[in-house]
């Protein structure tokens, strides 16, 4: 099958990017043709390794109305960039299009849809817990679709609540994990014990809150220890140092994954206290390395981990409840270590990427199938 990816962000840092680096290595592997459709320069187009990448300038559309300038750039480009998208669609005689992206890039779906059968992947909420900031633009780009996909049971609530008439064409597929990249191993060297969290430093990743927390667990023989990078790093620097934990917080930068996966190996547990999110792979990263996850019980969360099964959930933006969480794993290493096994067991069970791309291949032939 000849699949075309669109995915505006691919090649960057974060969770969508993540994903659809692996699917096209878990499709190729399985001996199907690839092009990757995605954000950048004309000029800039290459081949990543034997898989065409075709960059075109794709706006996202604006969130909000008063944004007049952006609005009407948007408007001006989007005629070019969709003629591009279709262009490179029939170049690469592609028989499905899977769309990664946020919902902001929802015109660009419905113009794929025009081109060829689409699989319209849903992969996170907005900001402030909104399923969309343009709830007409996706709704829509569902209509349009061939084949609807979310990565988490409260998207695909919220995607049957926009466009009810999507419900006999929608899958849910979580997103999925390399259990192999987190096997036992060496763990990362730290002179003291301590939490790990990774992720982009943003608002939506809530680790402000865990600072907070961290504040009010008081465990003055314990670290923090964030890999990440990202706008928010000068006010979590000033927050560090306000809070007083300047010799127990660690910043570390991004890291690549085989750092990453060392890191989760010698955490205690892992926080994941997010604002909003789809299906965050930290969690199922940290669930593959043994480890037990405080996480904020918001949209997929749930999904990956179990409250009192394979970790705890806690309302989100609480620090004081966030900070009771962790406490209660912290001096309680057997149920620790249980929850972790657990989580384990379940992602090599049921979440590996080899078979989150299996049931993704499925939906794409049978939307290739009704062309």
Not at 75 to 101: G, I, N, Q
Not at 183 to 197: C, E, F, K, Q, S
Request: hydrophobic share 45%.
């Amino acid at each position: 099958m000849r699949i075309a990816l669109f995915c505006p962000s691919y090649g960057q840092v974060g969770g969508i990017e993540e994903k659809a680096r692996i699917l096209v290595e878990v499709f190729r592997a399985r001996g199907h043709a690839v092009t990757v459709l995605a954000r950048g320069e004309p000029a800039t187009s290459r081949s990543d390794g034997d898989v065409p990448v075709v960059r075109h300038e794709y706006h996202q559309m604006p969130r909000r109305a008063r944004h007049v300038a952006r609005q009407l750039r948007f408007l001006r480009d989007l005629p070019r960039a969709t003629r591009a998208l279709r262009r490179a669609v029939t170049d690469a005689a592609s028989e499905a299009v899977l769309t990664l992206a946020i919902t902001s890039y929802a015109p660009y779906a419905s113009a794929l849809a025009a081109a060829t059968p689409l699989v319209l992947s849903l992969e996170g909420g907005e900001p402030g817990g909104r399923f969309t900031a343009n709830p007409r633009t996706l709704r829509s780009a569902l209509r349009r679709a061939t084949r609807v996909v979310a990565c988490a049971r409260s998207l695909a609530g919220s995607a049957q609540a926009l466009a009810p008439e999507v419900a006999d064409r929608l899958t849910v597929i979580p997103n999925g994990v390399e259990p192999e990249l987190f096997a036992d191993g060496p763990a990362h060297t730290h002179p003291r014990p301590y939490v790990a969290a990774v992720g982009r430093l943003v608002p939506q990743k809530g680790f402000d809150v865990l600072l907070e927390a961290f504040a009010h667990l008081g465990a003055s023989e314990l670290d923090l220890l964030i890999a990440g990078d990202g706008p928010e790093r000068p006010r979590l620097e000033a927050m560090r140092e306000r809070l007083e934990l300047g010799a127990r917080v660690h910043l570390l930068g991004a890291l690549d994954r085989a750092t990453v996966a060392r890191l989760y190996r010698g955490a205690r547990l892992v926080a994941c206290p997010s604002r909003w999110e789809g299906m965050p792979l930290v969690c199922l990263e940290a669930m593959a390395s043994g480890r037990a996850v405080v996480a904020s019980r918001v949209d997929g969360i749930p999904d990956a981990v179990s409250d009192g099964q394979t970790g705890l959930l806690v309302p989100p933006e609480d620090p004081v409840a966030l900070a009771a969480a962790l406490r209660a794993l912290l001096e309680d290493a057997p149920r620790r270590d249980r929850l972790g096994a657990r989580g384990r067991a379940l992602v090599c069970a049921e979440l590996t990427w080899a078979s989150v791309a299996e049931r993704y291949l499925t939906v794409l032939a049978d939307a290739a199938a009704l062309r």
